[in-house]
């Protein structure tokens, strides 16, 4: 009897223990269908719409635009908020890769997109021994989760549908393309959108340059790229990379010798800024924005869509004909010279020495109108009183109150505080420049800075500026002159007393310039001589036989757009042309007579690599190949013995005060060079057109208003404020021989028709002209 009751208690402790497992395991199945269903309900997109198939093989990211040199450097990008530029897996360094694997997925080749293990590991642990998430489900989570909700049942939601986005990412892509993505998708701080932007501006590395630590520092970050910014946590970030040193040791990426000798590096970081302020080519880059917008806003370039082409965000690719090389080039020649030349011009306009400073040659009341005049054209004033819509006498106040501001100077950026007036007094004393160089045949610009630094000078005196030309007009006087009355170089006028009569050329009273020494010395001078030594009677005389509207019908046939006035004393560079127009006209001389417009551009592709535009040159007949020619030889005479002689390392002892202030000389260049220096009145404006055979490069250096100039010569000339900086160039230019800057002669053309060698005597009588000197010349008064 006791064996039988023992025998039910058994059996009941069994049947109610079966009870409590069947009830386990009817929970266990709901739990499994209830997740199941919350996945099915969430792929159904009951709990919000999930991106389609074809949205996940091309997701929507905001890719940057790039500027790409012609010797296939990045020059910068036009962004918004996503400075983006995709690489492709095999562009990643494979260390790169294993140290997000060790880091962030050490299971990543083994699962599909969720990591069973780990998540169970997360669930038991509440995440105390690691997180769940793949690299697949992190991927997910950048490109579809817009802001992570703080809301936990939200949040629950979100993570249920980037397992399922992970889910679908491992069916259509591969796991070196998910890494690939990953890696272009973060966001590390600082405009560093993506791996490549990343190494470029934390190490100024390309992806595929990384080294080990570097690559485990930006890994490190993708914990946490606020917390973990080398910039401002550098102890922080050197500790969490070598974290990720230990995790590749953990997982035999490295061995033990290896991670400790990576972690005792120091953490170095090579900043490299990208805005739209900074970098190289600035003033370039912001020239081809507004070309680029004006392209995209043409309906024959639309995308497929019918949509405009975004520059910010659809990660064009656009190839520019500019070499970073030469662009550096010519970056460094302007600071070197520029900081020399500036230094000098401090010297000259204290307050003691000038009381007029920054200005000459004016009196207190248009002083007063310049600043007046300043201060209205500022974006101060423009946002004042259009946008915040503040009456003027409250904006005039504003600019005589002192506050904090960052100013330019030649040793930095300086923290100070001044009234915005007193800023604009301040800026008035800079010179700025403008300097262009291209390459005649193919009409390629190849270096461009429109200033001396735009974070704080944004007005581009390449392209927007326009100044006097003066005596670097004169070759475009002597090539009609020789076009028309076929003159040699080695033809002779006199130096002597020149006028052109009033009302002859629709000048209203007589014409007659003088030297620039006030002096007539009566010589008979050549050609060569008169313009290597600019000797304006010589040039007046010549603009009196041909008149000044072929000289102007010559220059527009050259690529000048600016209006010009067809009278007399356009002769001696009265117009005011851009250093982009004088560049295209005298790249016209070295093309044997062929004007080639500038090109800045020579394709542009979309993201995927379709070609949307090829540039095609624009190109016509202006002078012949003896006209041409004839003109380069007499520009030579400049370089030889005239104003441009300092390039070849001859100095007169009158000039040695020059030293002092022209970095580089003696420049020592020995090649075939044609050139022209010019100088306006009162030394307001300094240039210098310089050109060999494969390179034409124009220079122009000033005030801001044209009352801010040297008081003399001696400083105020091309030769000394612009010669300089394209000397500086050629020198760096010539420097690196891959760059291919010619050092030969100008082609001489075959069966050449005009006498250039003067030291030979002619050939025939016709070789030179004779000329009736007092021709169509007035000079009784």
């Excluded at 990208?274 to 020239?287: N, Q």
């Excluded at 016209?588 to 020579?602: E, H, L, R, W």
């Amino acid at each position: 009897m006791a064996k039988k009751v023992s025998n039910k208690k058994a059996k009941s402790k069994n049947q109610g223990f079966r009870k409590y497992i069947l009830w386990f395991w009817r929970l266990f199945a709901a739990g499994i269908l209830f997740v199941v269903l919350i996945f099915l309900l969430a792929s159904w997109g009951v709990f919000g719409k999930l991106p389609s198939f074809e949205i996940l093989e091309n997701p929507q990211t905001n890719l940057a635009s790039e500027i790409i040199s012609s010797d296939g450097k990045t020059l910068g990008k036009y962004y918004l908020n996503d400075n983006r530029t995709p690489v492709d897996f095999e562009e990643l360094p494979k260390h790169l890769v294993n140290a997000l694997i060790a880091t962030e997925d050490e299971r990543y080749y083994d699962h599909s997109g969720i990591d069973a293990w780990g998540t169970l590991r997360a669930a038991v642990f509440l995440g105390t021994r690691g997180g769940a998430s793949t690299i697949s489900q992190q991927l997910a989570k950048q490109l579809f989760t817009e802001q992570v909700s703080s809301n936990i049942v939200e949040r629950i939601i979100q993570k249920i549908k980037e397992w399922i986005i992970a889910i679908q990412l491992e069916k259509q892509y591969t796991k070196e393309e998910i890494i690939a993505m990953y890696f272009n998708i973060y966001d590390f701080g600082n405009n560093a959108d993506g791996i490549r932007s990343a190494a470029r501006i934390y190490f100024g590395e390309e992806p595929s340059n990384l080294n080990v630590e570097q690559s485990a520092m930006l890994v490190g970050m993708f914990k946490n790229s606020s917390l973990y910014n080398p910039r401002r946590n550098p102890v922080g970030v050197e500790n969490r990379r070598n974290v990720v040193l230990n995790q590749m040791f953990k997982n035999e990426f490295l061995n033990e010798q290896e991670r400790d000798s990576l972690a005792a590096i120091p953490l170095e970081i090579d900043y490299h800024p990208e805005s739209h302020r900074e970098g190289i080519a600035t003033y370039f880059r912001e020239y081809l924005r507004d070309w680029l917008k004006q392209w995209a806003a043409d309906e024959d370039n639309y995308r497929p869509d019918g949509e405009k082409y975004n520059i910010y965000l659809d990660g064009l690719k656009i190839f520019t004909t500019i070499d970073s090389r030469m662009q550096a080039n010519a970056e460094e020649a302007v600071s070197e010279h520029m900081k020399r030349l500036q230094a000098e011009f401090f010297v000259q306009n204290t307050d003691k020495r000038n009381p007029t400073a920054p200005f000459l040659d004016v009196t207190p009341e248009e002083t007063k109108q310049i600043y007046n005049r300043s201060m209205r054209q500022s974006e101060r004033w423009r946002h004042m009183k259009y946008d915040l819509k503040k009456p003027e006498k409250e904006i005039i106040a504003s600019f005589k109150k002192k506050i904090p501001m960052e100013v330019f100077t030649w040793q930095g950026e300086k923290d100070t505080v001044m009234s915005p007036l007193d800023s604009i007094r301040y800026y008035k004393y800079f010179l700025r420049t403008g300097m262009m160089s291209m390459e005649p045949q193919s009409g390629h610009v190849k270096a461009w800075v429109g200033g001396i630094n735009y974070k704080h000078f944004q007005y581009d005196q390449v392209k927007q500026g326009r100044r006097q030309a003066g005596s670097t007009f004169k070759p475009f006087v002597y090539a009609t002159a020789i076009d028309q009355l076929h003159l040699s170089p080695c033809d002779e006028f006199p130096d002597i007393y020149t006028c052109i009569e009033a009302n002859k050329y629709g000048n209203i009273l007589p014409w007659c310039p003088k030297n620039s020494n006030g002096k007539y010395s009566g010589d008979m001078y050549t050609l060569k001589y008169a313009l290597a030594n600019s000797v304006n009677t010589i040039t007046a005389r010549l603009m009196d036989k041909v008149g000044p509207q072929p000289v102007v019908n010559l220059i527009k046939r050259m690529g000048v757009e600016a209006t010009i006035l067809p009278v007399p004393s356009i002769a001696l560079g009265t117009p005011d042309i851009s250093v982009y127009e004088m560049v295209g006209a005298f790249g016209t001389f070295a093309n044997q007579g062929v004007y080639v417009k500038p090109v800045m551009i020579t394709r542009i592709e979309d993201k995927n690599g379709t070609v949307l535009y090829e540039s095609v040159p624009e190109t016509r007949d202006v002078l012949s190949k003896d006209v041409a020619y004839t003109t380069v030889k007499l520009m030579e005479g400049v370089t030889e013995s005239g104003s441009g002689a300092r390039l070849r390392g001859t100095w007169r002892k009158d000039i040695q005060v020059y030293k002092e202030i022209i970095t580089g000389y003696p420049y020592d260049l020995k090649n075939p060079i044609a050139g022209k220096t010019g100088t306006t009145q009162n030394n307001s404006d300094g240039w210098f057109m310089g050109m060999v055979p494969n390179l034409v490069t124009g220079v122009w250096v000033g005030g801001e208003d044209r009352s801010t100039h040297f008081e003399s010569i001696t400083y105020g000339q091309g030769a000394s404020m612009a010669l300089p900086i394209w000397g500086l160039y050629m020198k760096k230019c010539y420097a690196d021989e891959d760059l291919g800057i010619s050092t030969a002669a100008f082609e001489r053309p075959e069966d050449l028709s005009i006498r250039v060698d003067c030291d030979q005597p002619a050939e025939t009588d016709q070789d030179s002209i004779k000329v009736d000197y007092n021709e169509g010349v007035n000079i009784d008064f």
